[in-house]
């Protein structure tokens, strides 16, 4: 089965991109709300904002409140997140994501997502290296999806020290809030502008 996955800078850009002819989600459209990442800012209105920035589409549109690794264990939140036609991850705090999904059934779901939406600085969990948010050195990401280095806007210094880190041989894109890309079995295109891809210190084009 092809997983298509859409990292996007904001939920405004996630929306454009969702509304527009890179995809045509058939009539009642199952799409999953996984709030993980605003577990400390609050799941449910994250879920809520996500629902109602979505409301356009033609969707039936349902968040699961997984929330911790005891909520990501529930077999049910598994089985409903691999059901689904489109599986949406809300911005917050990739770390948090990270601990919560790791070696877990409902991490294993979002991982064979079909469709699979990031929206903000959560993308940067989903490569086999993740970009550390507290002072921009690589970690080990969850290996979902290969293929680049999922970065988010950070201090220019931190950005050339991940650049400076990460060397020659790791494709580095950095999705600011207007932009997205598109990959498809590990081929990536930008599909909206406000993206930066690197190679080091040069820059290169997906």
């Known amino acids: 089965m092809e997983r298509t996955t859409l990292a996007a800078g904001s939920l405004s850009a996630a929306r454009a991109v969702l509304n527009s002819d890179e ?42 409140m997984v929330v911790d690794r005891a909520s990501s264990a529930e077999p049910y939140f598994a089985q409903r997140i691999t059901g689904a036609d489109v599986v949406v991850l809300v911005d917050g705090s990739a770390l948090h994501a990270r601990a919560v999904w790791r070696d877990t059934p409902v991490g ?20 086999d290296v993740m970009i550390d948010p507290r002072g921009g050195a690589p970690t080990v990401g969850l290996g979902y999806r290969s293929g680049l280095v999922l970065g988010h806007p950070a201090p220019p210094d931190q950005l050339a020290r991940t650049r400076e880190l990460l060397g020659e041989d ?11 890309v598109i990959g498809v079995e590990g081929a990536w295109r930008v599909v909206r502008p406000d993206v930066v891809v690197t190679r080091g210190a040069q820059t290169v084009s997906l």
């Open 108 to 127: 294993a779901a979002i991982g064979a997502a079909r469709l699979l939406v990031a929206v903000g600085s959560v993308a940067t969990v989903l490569g």
């Open 170 to 180: 790791e494709t580095f894109v950095v999705v600011g809030p207007e932009g997205a």
């Open 23 to 64: 995809f045509v989600l058939g009539p009642g459209a199952d799409v999953v709300v996984v709030p993980t990442a605003a577990a400390f800012t609050g799941a449910t209105h994250a879920a809520v904002t996500v629902a109602d920035a979505l409301s356009e589409l033609d969707a039936r549109i349902e968040g699961v």
